[in-house]
């Protein structure tokens, strides 16, 4: 799809130098949009920002920080941006045993996972304009409940909730929230870290429709909650999994 609404608007993505939020990254900026984008990977982060040009502007925040949240929005407030899409993507899925779980680990987790996604909407929330839409990545797991992921899993459950009471209170603002949750997606670092031959077999069974899911697959759908297709929708939780969790 195309959303020509977007160009020349300002977006949002946290987490935007690899992976699903690369793949964000370029298609928004494809549409037009002016694409900000954060990452701790700054390596990365300034190779995609070089790759594009234009209209697309990275930069190296903390997350876990509210501080270097707060600068980051204050730096782009200054641009006069009129903010069209927020999109909260930036997170880890470690997996860990509750056993070996430490309560530093548990916290950290929900601090980048959960909090950051908080503190992304209370400041953007000024920049935000009239029909803006904030898009909270959640995942499938929520419905899957796999082992070894309990604080992972815990976080976006969490998302869940903070999207439908969001949704509420800012629906009078005409700003719509939406929350996105992806099955296995085969990034570099999936791919690199958990994905083995035996791991994809399993996927393909899992899955309704056995094609692997790319990241460009993912962010055709934020596209499509970006924009004014949309519109009628806030809410909502949307499955990007091939039928994985279907019920």
């Not at 234009?54 to 270097?68: K, N, P």
């Not at 641009?79 to 993507?89: D, E, I, K, S």
């Not at 997170?91 to 070996?100: C, M, S, T, V, Y």
């Amino acid at each position: 799809m195309t959303a020509p609404e977007l160009k020349g608007k300002a977006v949002i993505v946290t987490g935007g130098a690899n992976g699903i939020g690369a793949a964000m990254v370029r298609l928004f900026h494809q549409q037009g949009a002016i694409v900000h984008f954060c990452d701790l990977d700054r390596r990365a982060g300034r190779s995609l920002e070089r790759e594009l040009g234009d209209g697309v502007s990275f930069a190296e925040v903390d997350l876990t920080s509210e501080a270097r949240i707060r600068a980051w929005m204050r730096a782009l407030s200054r641009r006069r941006l009129r903010l069209r899409a927020l999109v909260n993507n930036a997170a880890l899925d470690p997996r860990i045993p509750l056993p070996r779980m430490t309560a530093a680990q548990w916290d950290d987790l929900f601090a980048l996972n959960l909090r950051a996604y908080f503190l992304m909407v209370r400041e953007a929330l000024p920049l935000l304009s009239k029909g803006a839409s904030i898009l909270n990545f959640s995942s499938i797991t929520i419905h899957l409940g796999p082992p070894n992921m309990t604080a992972y899993v815990a976080t976006k459950g969490g998302i869940l909730g903070f999207t439908r009471s969001l949704a509420r209170e800012l629906g009078p603002r005409r700003i719509r929230v939406n929350a996105l949750s992806p099955g296995w997606v085969m990034t570099e670092r999936q791919l690199r870290q958990y994905v083995t031959p035996s791991i994809k077999r399993r996927i393909r069974q899992s899955q309704c429709i056995p094609e692997l899911i790319e990241p460009e697959d993912v962010a055709a759908v934020a596209l499509f909650l970006a924009s004014d297709a949309s519109r009628a929708m806030t809410g909502q939780e949307l499955l990007v999994d091939r039928g994985w969790a279907h019920a």
